[in-house]
């Protein structure tokens, strides 16, 4: 979606499974300024300013204290995902809210990190939309991200400059992410 008054194009949603972007803590911004995007460089390559995630929510809570602030644990077939939403995401809020776990959701929003006192960096992602969605989008979701995931894989060993600094700093064990791969598409023919 591009809005041609301002040149703003709004960046793609990559779709990344739990386990990667837990992962993840590799962080890059594009210019110099307050307004330069961030992006969050996972370990299979992906150059993510926003994800796309579908999966099961099984908790949430409202840690708000003046207005709602809604936190969720939303699984896939690889892990958890933790979305938050509030004031500044109200629709994304109001769906949370609404929510009665356990029940598929699709989420779009921004990957966010912290860094807690011992060092560890938790990933979490800001929601920009959310929607309740059935099984058939969700298993669809998994295949999609499957084959995305194993052809970001094949990339690792090239010359593409967002692979060459997953390799780098993630030290990326192709073989983990390939059997990661194979669990989610297996965990869809046991159901």
Same mark, same amino acid.
């Given at each position: 979606?591009?809005? @041609?008054? @301002? ?21 890059? +911004? ?5 307004? @330069? ?19 099961? =929510? ?11 602030? &809604?936190?969720?644990? %939303? ?17 994304a809020a109001q769906v949370l809210a609404r929510s009665a ?20 960096? =938790?990933?979490? %992602? ?14 669809? &979701? ?11 894989? @094949?990339? =690792? ?31 869809? +023919?046991?159901?």
């Open positions: 979606m591009a809005d @041609s008054s @301002s040149g703003f194009v709004r960046e793609i949603a990559h779709r990344i499974f739990a386990a990667e972007l837990k992962e993840s803590n590799l962080q890059a +911004k594009e210019g110099h300024d307050q307004y @330069s995007p961030s992006y969050l460089i996972t370990p299979t390559g992906a150059k993510a300013n926003r994800v796309f995630i579908v999966g099961t =929510l099984t908790e949430k809570e409202d840690i708000g204290t003046d207005s709602e602030f &809604w936190r969720g644990r %939303i699984v896939d077939p690889t892990g958890a995902f933790f979305v938050s939403a509030g004031q500044y995401q109200p629709e776990p356990p029940e598929f959701l699709a989420v779009i929003g921004k990957p966010t990190t912290f860094t807690t006192k011992e060092g560890n960096v =938790l990933v979490s %992602i800001r929601a920009e939309s959310m929607h309740v969605v059935d099984g058939a989008t969700r298993d669809r &979701w998994v295949v999609e991200t499957a084959d995305l995931t194993a052809k970001r894989l @094949s990339k =690792l060993n090239g010359t593409e400059p967002d692979a060459v600094k997953a390799k780098e700093h993630y030290s990326t064990n192709v073989e983990q992410y390939k059997a990661m791969v194979a669990m989610a598409l297996e965990s869809m +023919k046991v159901r």
